[in-house]
Nanobody
């Protein structure tokens, strides 16, 4: 069973930064794409960013473009989401996920982490 584990969430003031990480636990695993999604209380899960492991192509939601940076470390088999200029609207549970191709749709992602809470205070 493949499991993804997120880390790095927490409480930060508006304008601050956080860095989330994602790594698989259990057996060695790597999909073609790593994605980040978030779900605020009472709202649907939404796409944040995605990256291909092979050539580092990225895709961002408009709401985070120019503030968030997704990256991957092939040697360590880990992915990260650097979040700068955080706003209260960024408060949510953040999930990393794995997909066979680049996509922004939750239904295309096969494996998911348990999520990590990010809270931005204004």
């Amino acid at each position: 069973q493949v499991q993804l584990v997120e880390s790095g969430g927490g409480l930060v003031q508006a304008g601050g930064s956080l860095r989330l990480s994602c790594a698989p636990s259990g057996r060695t695993f790597r999909s073609n794409v790593m994605g980040w999604f978030r779900q605020a209380s009472g709202k649907e899960r939404e796409f944040v960013a995605a990256i291909t492991w092979s050539d580092g192509r990225t895709w961002y939601a408009d709401s985070v473009k120019d503030r968030f940076t997704i990256s991957r470390d092939n040697a360590k088999n880990t992915g990260s989401l650097q979040m700068n200029s955080l706003e209260s609207e960024d408060t949510a549970v953040y999930y990393c996920a794995a997909a066979p191709f680049l996509s922004s749709r939750t239904t295309d992602y096969v494996y998911w982490g348990q999520g990590t809470q990010v809270t931005v205070s204004s």
